[in-house]
């Protein structure tokens, strides 16, 4: 929000340099991400630097060459009728300036003004924004001929000072400007530009600041003056006001003023709007945005007289409801729009006006030719502003500020300082008394609070005198019974709630205003509540450090996305997904509509966008997929632990690496070492089919004879239907919750072997239908805790060997905790393990 610190002025006196201020706000929770300078002098850097971090920009206008000066004659240019000459006084004395301005034009040979124009006006050497260049550039004002007339000196634009963009014309004064003052006192400003998160979004508005700016300094806060003068008969009677949904409209005020003129505000609440970032329209509109801008609530304006020939001549009846289906409304942005059905609108028994809190409509707008103004104040549901902004993709000043919430108390102060906004620059009667329907009025919350809450939340002593000084200066009603501090919230504030919620809020606004930065550091006095571990998310945390070891990493995906986007998946002709997927209300975008069903979808995705850019990608995601629950309208939403692999084995360098593509087993290894870094009983690998995956080449994984996941080669079908490099992918998915309740609590660790080992290969022939698992299973398990290690380092297969059969190779290692194990030793237990495997699965010991 953009804050002009002369409107500041008009609530709240302020005595700090600017950089001073802007900390202090900034360290109150109204954080100033730069101070635009408009006039007023720019602090030097080293002084800048030195008061506060805050970005400062702009230009100070020169005390003696840029004054306020009045136009006496427009003359015509002898050689150009697109220029004129200015007989200009300047305080001191006459001078003839020429300028290019279009709304000089009109005055133009027409000989001396019968009223003066008061204008701005730059003298020789005046440093200035070039007016004509793109941006903002510096120049400063030189002596030239321009079509044989000497050119010295200008009258300005506001983009020339730094105001605005405008450059069409020269700013032309109000006509109480003094003639020859500096124009730096006249109108010279500075522009606080302010971040206005959440939870201070009653601060939207000048007042807000300034009272913020009040409580900070003890400055006495000057509240603005509304509810003048009302001289026209009553305007009850003379209008109605329908809520239908007063959970949508707690409040809606109406006032009425009549035989207004339509014409341009004064120029200082032109440049007030201008630095505001609003666009001056008129005087009507621009009293609706600057009551808004002021206080906080956003206005709208009816031309009352369509109003009442809508209502075949009668008195209007104002109705607020609910959008009808297919109902659709002409806003003043000029767009016709379907409105939804939670929309809420302002209509007359003709039909719709406007999109409430949002954007009036064009049939009923301020024109020209208004004479009588219906003025609106209300209320509004913010969750509802929120889901029409969002549903129509409308966005507004009113809106900005009614889906952040505005209290139905400020609706009555915003139409009585419009009104009189209204009265003061367009003249005009206003009525007497306003239309009020106040169905849901909100409780006030009152919250108790004491000295020693304030030091045990807060860590730092006050009395209270000095909490109560902080409250009452933040407009809290604040009364003191014995120890205890009562506070009532101000009727501008929805978030002060009541009990130990509304307590810490109280603390908030004590801390803000006392200074965060003036808080201590302490330890804690309260005792730390027990430390209570988290298994699951320990586990889960585990999982993913084994991986990060193993050379993955990770990525974070949307869980939204559409089903046609994840039926890429499945080949073609595959069984379709059927499940029901759980579709978003209002999605972000149109390729975001639905939760997920599978992981490996979007780690897919993420192959598709990275696998051209990098040569070897290794993936994993641990996240919920969310399928349609048959217990109630809640999906459920399961933990998956998702792997994805492509490209080379090794990446390139300089010295000679395995530059084979990664394949089918280098993720059953992966696998391995992370079954194995859990310590998993059990571990059991199957031949297993699963759509996405190529057949033949697909396992399933058993933990103590429970499946807790499916890996495997992706199917050439489903290849070709993503966008991935000729190299063949691997992945796989896990159940996470069933992996990690197969992880014991305890596991036995074993020390340092005492003695040496024996190391020797077994080859053995079987069939082909063996699982070399299989084997090696049979071979741990009867050697017992002798034989350390076994590991398959080679498969052969050769017509030597007969049809159907294969030679696997394994190393193994004996070793004994107790003592040096013999050849003999080492002999007895091969016989007996090659007795089993023959029992077993009819093997042979390959000669």
Known sequence: MKVPVSWLKDFVEINLPLPELAHRLTMAGLEVEEILFVGLPVPADAEAGSLREVKMTGIGWDREKIVVAEILEVMAHPNADRLVLCRLNDGQQEQVVLTGAPNLFDFKAKGPLPKSIKVAYAKEGARLYDGH???????????????????YSMVCSEKELGISDEHEGIILLDDDAPVGSPLVDYIGDAVLTI?????????ANILGVAREISALTGQPLRKPVSGGLA?????????????????LNPRFVLGLIENVSIHPSPYEIQRRLRLAGM???????DATNYAMLEIGEPLHAFDYDVLVQRAGGQAPTIITRTALPGERLMTLDGVERELNDFTVLVCDTAGALSVAGVMGGAESEVTDQTRSILL???????????????AQRLNSEAAYRFSRGVHPA?????????????????????????VDAYPLPPRQSVVEITTEDVHRLLGITLDQAEICRILIGLDFEVGV??????????????????????????MEEIARIYGYDHIPETRMADALPIQRNNAGLEREEQVRDLLVKLGMQEVVNYRLTTAERESRRLPPGAEADNRMYIRLSNPIASDRTSLRHSILASLFENLEHNARLRERIALFEIGPVFLESEEGNLPDELQRLGIVMTGARSPAGWQAADAGALDFYDLKGIIQALLDGLHLPNIRYEASTYPTFHPGKCARVLVAEQQVGVFGEIHPQVHEQYDWPASAVQAGWFDLPALLGKIPDRYITQGVPEFPPILEDLALVVDETVPAGRVAELIQQTGGKVVSGVRLFDVFRSEQLGTGKKSLAYSLTYQSSDRTLTDKDVAAIRQKIIRRLDQEIGAKLRS
Do not use: C, Y
């Open 410 to 434: 400020m609706a009555e102060r915003g139409v009585l300082r419009g009104l009189e906004l209204m009265r003061l620059w367009a003249g005009g009667t206003v009525s007497s008394g306003l």
């Open 231 to 247: 001289l026209g008969p009553a305007v009850s009677g003379r209008v109605r006001i329908e809520i239908l949904t007063p959970e």
């Open 195 to 203: 971040a206005i998160t959440p939870n201070v979004a009653r601060n």
């Open 279 to 285: 666009r001056p329209i008129n005087n009507i509109v």
């Open 376 to 390: 609106e104040g209300a209320a509004w549901n913010f969750i509802n502003i929120r889901k029409t902004v969002a």
């Open 133 to 151: 260049q793109p941006g903002q550039v510096l120049t400063t004002l030189k002596r030239s001929k321009i079509r044989g007339v000497d050119s």
């Open 481 to 506: 019974h014995g120890d205890v501090i009562r506070a009532a919230a101000p009727d501008h504030r929805l978030d002060i709630n009541e009990g130990i919620v509304g307590k810490a809020d109280l």
